[in-house]
């Protein structure tokens, strides 16, 4: 929205968008099969692990990468593992120092989540097994988590 009163214009308006995003490592592994694709009595323990992670690339440009570990196991040993890590450039305008980091982890991963879940549920559906469908994520937690961890004396930041 551009005005002409002195009001806000385009060019100080926020800006969030998504420039690339791609695959920077992956890896899956179905160390037990064929014996680990018959359906077991119970159902396998899943362990799913998530970080976020970002690098400025210029004075608007930042990589978020998000990734993400996981294995399932059963009596039988371990069934399958991956790893996961997928990226995206983000190019970030007008947004106030104090609020960059909040968009950088929360924001950002948010929106490379859909893909990399898509891409967890294809390549397990691809090893033999059921497709796994990972959980939302609630990625304000795990930046409050990750801020108190910073922060001296554990507080997270309001």
């Known amino acids: 929205m551009t005005t002409t009163n002195g009001g806000p214009s385009a060019e100080v308006q926020p800006q969030l968008s998504v420039v690339a995003q791609y695959i920077k490592d ?30 400025p690339l210029s004075d608007t440009d930042i990589e978020v990468s998000l990734k993400l570990e996981g294995k399932a196991e059963s009596a039988v040993g371990l069934l ?3 790893e996961l890590e997928f990226a995206g450039v983000f190019r970030i305008r007008n947004v106030p120092q104090e609020s ?4 950088v982890l929360i924001e950002c991963p948010r929106l490379l989540f859909p893909f990399a879940r898509e891409i ?3 390549t397990v559906r ?4 059921p497709p796994l469908l990972l959980d939302p994520v609630d990625f304000v937690a795990l930046y409050r988590q990750k801020m108190a961890q910073l922060q001296p004396g554990g507080q997270a930041m309001a």
């Open 80 to 82: 399958f593992g991956f």
């Open 26 to 55: 992956f890896s899956f592994e179905n160390p037990n099969a064929p014996q680990s694709l018959n359906p077991g009595e119970e159902p396998p323990q899943i362990g799913i692990q998530i970080n976020v992670n970002a690098q």
């Open 120 to 122: 967890v549920a294809t």
């Open 126 to 129: 691809n090893g033999g097994f």
């Open 100 to 103: 960059l980091n909040a968009i």
